[in-house]
């Protein structure tokens, strides 16, 4: 950050996170604190399972193809 740029302004709205959405504003068919976490931890889990899913895949197509590794590597 540059020393001559202003400060960040805390004090201003910003848009609320998935996880706020929950707790903060709950409906009458609202979480409970259990059911939250077991949200979270679902969504934590599925992102990184996807990724590394995903991540094998790729490593996996590259190895059948050389070529197209190597040319990956040279990039």
Avoid: H, W
Wanted: with cysteine; hydrophobic share 35%; proline share 5%.
């Amino acid at each position: 950050m540059a020393a001559d740029s202003d400060p960040i302004d805390l004090s201003q709205e910003y848009p609320k996170t998935f996880i706020e959405l929950f707790v903060d504003e709950p409906s009458e068919n609202g979480l409970t604190n259990e059911e939250l976490r077991e949200e979270v931890l679902v969504l934590a889990i599925a992102g990184t399972d996807t990724s590394s899913v995903g991540t094998a895949f790729v490593c996996t197509v590259l190895s059948r193809y050389p070529d197209v590794q190597e040319k990956l590597c040279d990039e």
